[in-house]
């Protein structure tokens, strides 16, 4: 690590040399872990690129099976420390005064609204075909056998909530009741003073899809269906992994999201508890 340039980590790690000896800190990573089969742990992995893992041995002079090892214990070790900051509201950056905060910057963006403080969507992963449960995977309406997630996301560009993977054939709507995010869902036709609304509203809820394409974008690899099968990878813990240091990554640089709505992301620290 000491011989690559900031320029050659952003390329390869999405973080500066420096920032990734700091979020190892606050990911509370161990100097020396040792996986099931007595392998002693001392490198970080990355989904950067649906690469082969033969592909990564020169960077990290590990054989296949231990970069194997590696990548499933570092994704088990973030999952397993940090998913509830994608499950938990109450945390210091979504406080009373901060959600007046960032409601006042959405709607100063021209939402209706004067309490929105977030927006609310799903997102379709496509995955490989399975062999079993296919009718359960596929979205008629996207065409392809997936899994689904909901995100909240809040105008300093963090995902505040994360719900799933649940399967690919649900409704949003049927994924907004399931998650207890709302108690239900109104359905009824719409005035034109409602339509009014959703279009004024439309303006900034875009914002969502800008954090879902940044996901893809900073970790490809899930974007690679055909290695990402049901029932033979952790394919719901990856995502999730990856959308924790996404967050991670908004806390030190921002995104197009808290770029847009001039407001800053909480540091690193204060976002991981530290």
Known sequence: ????????????????????????SVLHIPDEVICLNGLKLMEQERFAYPCRYSDLVPRFACDIPQICLISNYIMDYIYNQHHTLLEDLDQPWLLRECLKNYAAAIHS??????NCWGFVDSTVRPVCRPRQNQRTLYNGHKRV???KFQSVVAPNGMIANLFGPVEGKRHDSGLLAISGLLPKLPQYGLTPREKMFNTSMSRVWVVVEWVFGDIINYFK??????????????IGKMYISCALI?????????????????????????????
């Open 109 to 114: 963006k021209g939402a209706t609204l004067s």
């Open 1 to 24: 690590m000491e011989e690559l340039s900031d320029d050659e980590c952003v390329t390869q790690f999405r973080f500066f040399k420096n920032d990734i000896y700091r979020l190892g």
């Open 246 to 274: 996404q967050n991670a990554h908004t806390c030190l640089y921002e995104n197009n999201v808290s770029k847009y709505f001039n407001v800053q992301p909480p540091t690193l620290e204060q976002y991981f508890r530290i």
């Open 145 to 147: 056998h997936s899994i």
């Open 221 to 234: 690899f899930l974007d690679f269906k055909k290695n990402l099968k049901v029932g033979l990878s952790a």
